[in-house]
């Protein structure tokens, strides 16, 4: 209200000049929003078709049993492909939500312990990578999206697969520290250098274009793993030294009853 009046006591040009501005910031919020949208619509319509050239392909693999090796292999690689493309339209639709204020949590009670255990046994499926488990003795139930949490646990160790020898163990661990839930995803990998590190949990940030093109990732890991667990009401941090290892830590407020 004080910025008001001053302002009709301003000299006309002032008030041009202000005018001017929140004509300029209009426009800026008209044209962010527009983008949100176009983003939306492309990914929904790219993830329908998408969808079905993923099933096709992998019935044909179900039914393929006189397909040649190399036919087997191409189909295989172009499922994969087809699938990590879908993930991504979802992860871009996910992040447009959140912005919108439209995403939905379906917050449960859920059991920690049978949820990391779920996790680990769900990249046995994927990957041959040595994935240690370190539990609590307690049981610990914690409000939160048993989905989105899986989630952002399978992109954490995804990562720490990628970004490590296959030598290397991947450390999933569950910690009770003072009034606070503590869920670290660790690698022995190459680390990222401290500069970099307030950086890479921004949309479509690579840490370097050569360490990531090999691994085919799309840089929208980390910006989901932020987004969802803020979502839930915890924090995200990390740790990381350069050619020792990452840890990743999501914090949740944990009240002791
Ligand atoms: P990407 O799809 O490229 O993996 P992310 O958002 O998941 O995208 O990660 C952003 C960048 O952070 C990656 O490109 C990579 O350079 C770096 N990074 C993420 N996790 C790790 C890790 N565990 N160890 C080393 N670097 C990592």
Redesign the pocket.
């Known amino acids: 209200k004080d910025a008001h009046i001053q302002l009709e006591n301003a000299p006309s040009e002032i008030k041009q000049l202000v005018q001017t501005y929140e004509q300029m910031l209009f426009r800026l919020s008209q044209s962010w929003d527009q983008q949100q949208q176009l983003v939306s619509n492309v990914s929904h319509e790219l993830r329908t078709p998408l969808t079905i050239v993923s099933g096709y392909l992998q019935s044909l693999l179900r039914r393929g049993d006189n397909l040649t090796p190399s036919q087997r292999e191409a189909i295989e690689v172009a499922t994969s492909e087809a699938n990590r493309t879908i993930q991504l339209l979802q992860d871009l639709l996910d992040l447009e939500r959140a912005d919108s204020g439209r995403m939905h949590f379906y917050l449960d009670l859920v059991n920690l312990n049978n949820l990391l255990t779920e996790v680990v046994e769900m990249t046995k499926k994927y990957s041959d990578r040595l994935c240690l488990l370190e539990l609590l003795e307690a049981t610990i139930m914690l409000t939160v999206d048993e989905n989105r949490l899986k989630q952002v646990l399978i ?2 160790i ?3 697969i ?3 020898e296959p030598d290397t163990p991947i450390t999933l661990r569950l910690l009770h520290e003072k009034e606070q839930i503590i869920i670290q ?1 660790c ?1 022995q ?4 250098p401290l500069q ?1 590190q307030v950086r ?2 921004e949309r479509f ?4 274009e050569v ?2 093109r090999t ?1 085919g ?7 989901i ?1 932020k987004t969802f667990v803020e979502g839930m009401g915890g924090t995200v941090s990390i740790y ?1 030294k350069l050619n020792q ?2 840890i ?1 830590s999501i914090i949740f407020p944990y009240e002791i009853k």
Not at 189 to 192: A, K, L, S
Not at 205 to 208: E, F, L, N, S
Not at 217 to 223: D, E, F, N, P, Y
């Open positions: 992109n954490l995804d990562n720490a990628k970004y490590s995803v690698d990998g190459m680390g990222i970099q890479i949990f940030y690579r840490v370097d360490r990531s691994t990732g799309s840089g929208l890991g980390l910006s793993v990381s290892g990452s990743f």
